[in-house]
């Protein structure tokens, strides 16, 4: 048996250290820009758990659910969510989510797309718990932005543009691979109305039901 940390448990502290807190204001104007007032939220590949942390805050008629298949993510969050009642946490794979149809007024999938191995069986999941007329926004940092200043905390000049925009070049989506998600949306039950813009530095897409 070996001491040393697994990748997950290094991928997860990495990312409790670096991007939850630089992108706190980027999770906030997201949070806004989903919208959801009150009724159920779902955050797919919640990871460390603030986009769902910030929909819920300060609106306790929101119920914030947080699903995420990495156990070491999962356990961050736990953490950071404090002692928020209207926020809950569950281990789960997006393409198989553990719920009945019509669960949630809204949805939204922040830097977790370019991850999916299987984003057909997600679009379809996500139109399956959602309400009539529900929406999931999916946004994915795009390569080629600006790095806007409010939108990330930086102390002493970190992080740098340049780190900022090689994150994105890894952790994002350029344009072919973002063509080919939102093809993927269209052939979806949400069918062939999605919008596609910017919100900040990410594209965006918003699928309704
Ligand atoms: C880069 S992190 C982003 C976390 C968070 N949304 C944020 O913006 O801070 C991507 C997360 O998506 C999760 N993920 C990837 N595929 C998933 C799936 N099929 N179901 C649930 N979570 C998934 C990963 O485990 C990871 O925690």
Redesign the pocket.
Known sequence: MSLLPDRAALT?LA?QLG??RY?QPA?RFIAADVGTERGSFL?????????AIHVASGRREVDAVG????EA?LRYAEANKRDRLNVTFRK????NIIYPERTFESAA????A?????PAA?FAEVYRVLVEGGRFYV?EADPEAEVPADWIVRKAGLPTDAFVRGQWAK?GMDAGRWAQLRAVAEASPFGPDIEDERHGFYRRLVCTK
């Open positions: 997860a990312y991007p939850s992108y999770y955050d797919v590949g919640t990871g460390t758990g603030w986009l699903i995420d298949t990495s993510m789960m794979d997006a393409t999938a922040v830097q977790s370019h991850h999916w191995g299987d997600i946004y952790f």
